[in-house]
């Protein structure tokens, strides 16, 4: 879905290719399929990050679906994809329900933009426990994953090692028993008098408290932004830090968006969008773009199908977004952007 939103988004310009020792540049997608929870690269620090560009089209792609399904099992490793052909939105999510993945696929430009470029596929990134792309290639890719995933001891703690009798605490830690490592923790702090005991303790208890809170503020906001699927992944991820004061709220929130009808009105909204967008990105493809009237032709009708769509859904978030695309095309177009209309005057 690259060449139509690059041009919806008037050819933003590209960032150099990343390559094996640069700083391991984010990127923050609109589109997702299976949204994750975190938001950027810098909250998964000291795990290990495996990126894949593939596509359904590319025979090594599909033949290792079922690989990268097991490798995001992988205790201290994140398998974030991005889709990167071009094809309808059903025919991605066909695949994704067949192959049952459930780790996050991109589905706009932003990896591309970032300098994940993938003129082969499949590609891979390894991002290591520092930040730094590790690899970046189409080849063997184990031997470097095997070497990074060695060095971490403690899977989403940040810390690749603990002072001494802290090592329980962080361990439960790694198990997802929030509240039992908390208390672990705070009980070490309070009796302690090691500095470094002191330290790795607090370090655990804030780590657990940022987290929560980096959740619950993602997650409320999201539902202000009608994002309500990142909400619920957020409010689900936050459930299970279950006996801790600021994950009280979490089930509750998550069960009230999962049985709202505007909620699954919006979330109907925003696939029908995104349908929108796949399917006219899919016709731009076959189309002889060397030809100006041709994509003049061709913006006018995207222009018209964002307005339709717009008017179709008003109030919803989605309606909101393709109001943006509704810009942007205007502006390719060099339409003048129409004129606010005015409240009329209320009488005294």
């Known amino acids: 879905m690259t060449r139509l939103l690059l041009i ?15 700083d391991a540049p984010d990127f923050s997608p609109r589109n997702w399929i299976n949204p994750p929870a975190f938001n950027s690269f810098d909250e998964l620090a000291g795990d ?16 290792q679906l079922e690989a990268t399904n097991k490798l995001a099992a992988t205790p201290g490793l994140h398998v974030v994809s991005f889709y990167a052909q071009t094809h309808k939105l059903e025919q991605i999510e066909a695949i994704v329900k067949t192959h049952n993945i459930k780790y996050p696929i991109a589905l706009d430009e932003t990896p591309w933009l970032a300098g994940y470029a993938a003129p ?15 690899f970046a290639g189409t080849g063997s890719y184990e031997d470097v994953l095997k070497t990074e995933l060695a060095k971490v001891q403690y899977p989403g703690l940040g810390k690749q090692s603990v002072a001494k009798g802290l090592e329980p605490a962080a361990k439960l830690f790694v198990a997802g028993k929030f509240k039992e490592a908390y208390d672990a923790a705070e009980k070490m702090f309070d009796e302690t008098d090691d500095e470094a005991v002191e330290d790795d303790a607090d370090w655990i208890m804030k780590r657990i408290d940022g987290r929560m809170n980096t959740l619950s503020v993602r ?15 957020c409010w689900e991820e936050l459930a299970r830090y279950k006996g801790l004061d600021d994950a009280e709220e979490a089930p509750a929130r998550l069960k009230k968006l999962q049985e709202s009808a505007d909620v699954k009105k919006e979330i109907a909204a925003r696939r029908s969008l995104l349908v929108l967008m796949c399917d006219l990105d ?5 189309l002889d773009d060397s030809e100006p009237a041709t994509v003049k032709t061709f913006r006018e009708k995207c222009l018209k199908a964002y307005q339709e769509f717009a008017a179709a859904n008003k109030g919803t978030g989605a309606a909101d977004r393709a109001d943006e695309l509704v810009k942007a095309f205007r502006q390719l177009l060099g339409i003048p952007e129409e004129p606010a209309k005015q409240e009329p005057p209320k009488k005294d």
């Open 219 to 233: 997650a409320a906001t999201s539902e202000v932004l009608k994002e309500y699927m990142l909400a619920m992944r």
């Open 282 to 286: 899919v016709e731009f493809q076959v």
């Open 120 to 134: 082969e596929l499949p590609k891979v990134w390894i991002i290591g426990t520092d930040g730094l792309i590790k």
């Open 8 to 22: 919806a988004l008037l050819c933003a310009p590209l960032c150099a290719q990343v390559k094996v020792g640069d």
């Open 48 to 63: 290990v990050i495996l990126l894949k560009a593939w596509g359904l089209n590319c025979t090594g792609s599909m033949s």
